[in-house]
């Protein structure tokens, strides 16, 4: 999972993200050029505000959308009607890594089965509706601070304590 998130784990207000810092916007698309990418509609659709001019959700990446009304697929956008049958296709089109990006509704319904969790946690308390779910499951394995003129943050890699709930896969 690739989240940012405040210090109560608010990672969301109005269907945007609540603070503006490039450089983690600049490692997310690190992360995840050229992998596969699974959001739930709202935030999918929130994307398609920020990347309007390509007309894409996220250029350079096969984005998988949950959602229980939108099931057409677009271009290298693909839609289907349970967090499950995401993660088999993402799995099918990319076996190595998965990414699964938000928001709130769709890293709760993740939590139980990632394996790693890439981490921003920006400093403050900013206002949200919506929020991350517990991770206490995870340790840190690299930690880096980083800072610019408006904002503190840290970089996290984390990985589990336990194993993760079976990963589905297509039979
Ligand atoms: N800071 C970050 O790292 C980060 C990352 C991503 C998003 N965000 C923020 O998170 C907020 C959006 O999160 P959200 O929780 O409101 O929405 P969301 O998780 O992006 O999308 C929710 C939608 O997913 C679909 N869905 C949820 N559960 C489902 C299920 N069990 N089966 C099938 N479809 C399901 C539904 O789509 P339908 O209504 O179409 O059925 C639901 O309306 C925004 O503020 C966004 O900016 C922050």
């Known amino acids: 999972m690739v989240a940012a998130m405040d210090e109560q784990r608010g990672i969301g207000y109005k269907n945007m993200i609540p603070w503006k810092i490039k450089e983690d916007l600049v490692r997310f698309r690190d992360?995840?050029?050229?992998?596969?990418?699974i959001?739930?509609?709202k935030t999918y659709e929130s994307l398609l505000g920020y990347y309007q001019r390509s007309g894409k959700a996220m250029p350079k990446r096969k984005t998988?959308?949950?959602?229980?009304?939108?099931h057409q697929k677009e271009g290298e956008t693909y839609f289907?009607?349970?967090?499950?049958?995401?993660?088999k296709l993402a799995r099918k089109i990319e076996p190595e890594e998965v990414f699964v990006s938000g928001g709130a509704q769709i890293f709760n319904l993740g939590i139980?089965?990632?394996q790693k969790l890439y981490l921003t946690v920006v400093k403050g308390k900013y206002r949200a509706d919506t929020f991350f779910p517990d991770y206490s499951k995870f340790k840190i394995v690299k930690k880096?601070?980083?800072s610019n003129e408006k904002h503190s943050y840290s970089f996290l890699e984390m990985v589990r304590?336990?194993?993760s709930k079976e990963f589905p896969i297509e039979k």
Do not use: H, I
């Open 80 to 87: 289907v009607s349970s967090f499950e049958e995401a993660l």
């Open 144 to 146: 880096e601070d980083r």
């Open 112 to 114: 139980d089965y990632a």
């Open 39 to 41: 959001f739930g509609r």
């Open 31 to 37: 992360l995840t050029v050229g992998k596969t990418v």
């Open 64 to 70: 998988v959308v949950v959602s229980r009304t939108a």
């Open 161 to 163: 304590k336990q194993a």
